[in-house]
């Protein structure tokens, strides 16, 4: 069957993430209507049926007005086109979709693919409402049974009592009235370390009325810090070595110490550290390992989060005792200013979601805080004021993480819904409270990447191409031809020619993609990405535009696919996840025509897999990422690479190194080791992307030529306060 014909008998075509149905005259964007007006959407669909081919501008004129409508044909055919251009984010200089061919007419260049036609189930009746007068098979008029005047008295006295007693009730009770919260910065440096509860990164600051403690950005890397709340003066701790990526748990109840654990290494539980605020060496919680901590109210004990259980326990470590169980891994630990009441985040990493619970002292009593209120749950990182009156936390809402607070009062009393404080431009998170008033802290992040290519024979970095110029992750096919890109602004997918050329949009939100690969023969992209509420999965998507596809029906977690030389076969693994330690991670090989999974021999506690271009070797990551290894898959044997801190390995276009890393080092410096040699030299670090101020960086790809290409965060992030008494 020829392609028009099969268009003609199709009622709903697709092209990249665009999807028209030709019988209702509807044009959707991702599932979401796109408002096209009749004209337009004519010329789309005449177009449509004709993928490939010139259409001319008198076939136009006949199916856009018929032989006997005079118009002003040109100037309306302008329009037409202009308006469905507009619709379709394209443009006659560079067009995706709509090509113009001088003097003779139209033609749709983009792929087209015929969408089976859907079963449309008409509604089931509904019975009709009860009519006033019904006539009856004897002539007679019927009437419903109307109330009597003295009934009616007496529903509108009650109506009208109801009425009074409400609007008494909303004048005595109803909140009053705010205008914007005046939101004032107190840090300066930019370098403050975000929250970014995703990655399982959740930088808590602590303050005590005077001083504020929190992460900071120092040469690429985390270290504690504290700032003087009243003018922003910053100065860093120094902590033991073994203190790598500190992180608050939070501030004991009279100030004098921090407890605080490590998030560099990708193990789920790390060792607890109390860090004296004033001065002192810091010491080592013995006998236990935690994914977050809190100090009880006493002062002298801590409630330990560490697999499922929440434990209570002496600082030294003594007399270990189960609160309770949380129906997943908690953390941000925080009790009521009463001791009475305590609440967390539980992060479930299978589905990306993140919700507040509240529990009684005791452990009874465990429940959502917010059921329902965001779907999928998105809530985070809560703090109750002093005087127990407010709870402040974060959630995403309108495309930001914005703070809300919810006034706590009795639940009959209860606003419906929490209210919100921030209102951008910046991206608000991790809200803290210090002891007095009603001023509340977080963070504020102006979020900036820049991606930076090496130039050759040089420890120089450039920007990338005037064409990646808005991209936030880049991907050069294997023969350099071809590139795959996230715009900064909204995470879409894009794809075009390296020089720019033919650009395609691939995906757009809520889809978030965390890495994609192109396939050998340039025709799929392999992505991991996740929609909300759902976990990371492998999709296959066409190069040329389609709908994202999973390759794999499993409920839980997949990450980092890689090609085969013959893109007959996929190597894939899993998550670190050091919220989610249940589930075996190991390496997977997925034949792509029969979807048969075969686990790699000895991979288990390995993650981040990279296919050999030849095929031959899989490098992977150590879960402490303390080592990469090489599985030789002709001998079915693992050996240690490198025993350096390891990330994002990346082989060299001719098999014959490996890129590199290394998150633990100072300054996070980039290497290359050959395979299976293993020997190293370094290429890189943060201090050679100067002039530009990066904070931080990450190597995520080779330009052709095997140039790293880096994705430098240049954001500016700060602390913000507000005064919620001032409003």
């Not at 210090?434 to 130039?455: K, M, T, V």
């Not at 020089?499 to 994609?516: C, H, K, Q, W, Y």
Request: charged residues 20%; aromatic residues 8%.
């Amino acid at each position: 069957m020829k392609t028009e014909e099969r268009n003609d008998r199709a009622s709903r075509v697709q092209f990249g993430v665009f999807e028209a149905n030709l019988s209702s005259g509807e044009l959707r964007r991702s599932g979401v209507r796109v408002r096209l007006q009749s004209q337009p959407f004519k010329l789309l669909a005449v177009l449509l049926q004709h993928p490939g081919e010139v259409v001319s501008r008198e076939e136009l004129q006949l199916q856009l007005w018929g032989a006997d409508t005079t118009v002003d044909f040109d100037h309306s055919l302008g329009i037409a086109v202009n308006k469905l251009r507009e619709a379709l984010s394209d443009s006659a200089e560079n067009p995706r979709f709509v090509e113009t061919l001088a003097k003779r007419g139209y033609r749709f260049i983009a792929p087209v693919k015929v969408v089976e036609p859907e079963i449309v189930q008409l509604p089931l009746l509904q019975p009709a409402l009860p009519q006033l007068a019904v006539p009856s098979a004897t002539g007679i008029v019927s009437t419903p049974h109307l109330p009597t005047r003295t009934s009616l008295r007496i529903w509108i006295v009650v109506a009208f009592a109801c009425i009074f007693l409400g609007l008494g009730g909303i004048l005595l009770f109803r909140s009053p009235s705010r205008r914007p919260y005046k939101v004032a910065q107190v840090t300066f440096s930019g370098h403050v370390s975000p929250n970014e509860p995703d990655l399982e990164s959740l930088s808590s600051s602590a303050g005590d009325g005077t001083r504020l403690y929190f992460s900071d950005m120092d040469n690429g890397n985390l270290v504690l810090a504290v700032a003087l709340a009243s003018n922003g003066e910053i100065s860093h701790f120094h902590l033991p070595s073994e203190i790598g990526a500190p992180l608050i748990g939070s501030l004991a109840p009279d100030g004098s110490k921090l407890i605080v654990r490590s998030h560099l290494q990708a193990e789920p539980e790390q060792p607890l550290w109390i860090v004296p605020t004033l001065g002192g060496n810091a010491r080592r919680v013995p006998n236990v390992l935690a994914h977050d901590a809190t100090w009880m109210p006493d002062g002298t004990h801590l409630l330990v989060a560490t697999g499922s259980e929440l434990i209570v326990m002496g600082v030294d470590g003594s007399d270990p005792h189960t609160l309770f169980t949380t129906p997943g891994r908690a953390f941000w630990l925080r009790w009521s200013p009463d001791g009475q009441r305590l609440r967390f985040t539980l992060r479930d990493p299978r589905h990306q979601t993140s919700e507040l619970w509240e529990a009684t002292a005791d452990g009874s009593n465990l429940h959502p805080l917010l059921p329902g209120w965001s779907q999928p749950a998105v809530e985070c990182c809560g703090n109750w004021t002093p005087d127990g009156e407010e709870f402040v936390f974060q959630s995403w809402h309108n495309g930001h993480n914005e703070i809300w607070a919810q006034r706590e009062r009795p639940w009959f009393l209860r606003d419906n819904k929490p209210r919100q404080i921030t209102n951008g431009p910046l991206d608000y998170g991790a809200p803290s409270t210090s002891s007095g008033g009603h001023h509340i802290y977080f963070i504020g992040a102006n979020l900036q990447i820049e991606l930076l290519r090496a130039e050759p024979n040089s420890s120089i970095f450039m920007a990338l191409d005037q064409n990646l110029s808005a991209a936030a992750l880049a991907e050069y096919s294997r023969d350099g031809q071809w590139v795959a890109w996230l715009n900064t602004a909204d995470g879409s997918l894009w794809r075009s020619r390296a020089d720019g050329s033919e650009r395609i949009e691939l995906t757009t939100p809520p889809m978030r993609i965390f890495r994609m690969k192109w396939s050998p023969d340039n025709k799929h992209l392999a992505l991991m990405a996740e929609e909300p509420g759902r976990p990371w999965k492998i999709y296959l998507i066409d190069s040329d535009g389609g709908k994202p596809v999973p390759l794999l029906n499993e409920d839980r977690n997949e990450a980092d696919p890689d090609w085969s030389a013959d893109g007959q076969s996929m190597v894939f693994g899993r998550l670190p996840d050091r919220m989610d330690s249940r589930q075996p991670k190991a390496i997977y090989m997925l034949d792509l025509g029969t979807k048969q999974v075969t686990q790699v021999p000895g991979s288990i506690g390995l993650f981040s897999p990279r296919l050999s271009p030849d095929g031959r070797y899989i490098a992977a990551i150590r879960l402490d990422q303390h080592a990469l290894l090489l599985f030789d898959r002709a001998n079915g044997r693992w050996t240690t690479l490198t025993s350096h801190g390891t990330g994002d390995p990346i082989w060299s276009h001719d098999g014959h190194a490996l890129y590199f890393q290394d998150f633990l080092e100072m300054g996070k410096p980039i290497y290359r080791i050959t395979a299976p040699a293993g020997q190293i030299e370094r290429v890189a670090t943060i201090s050679n992307l100067r002039p530009i101020s990066a904070t931080d960086y990450r190597l995520i790809d080779l330009a052709p030529g095997d140039l790293p290409v880096v994705s430098a965060r240049t954001s500016a992030v700060n602390i913000y306060t507000v005064d919620l008494n001032e409003h």
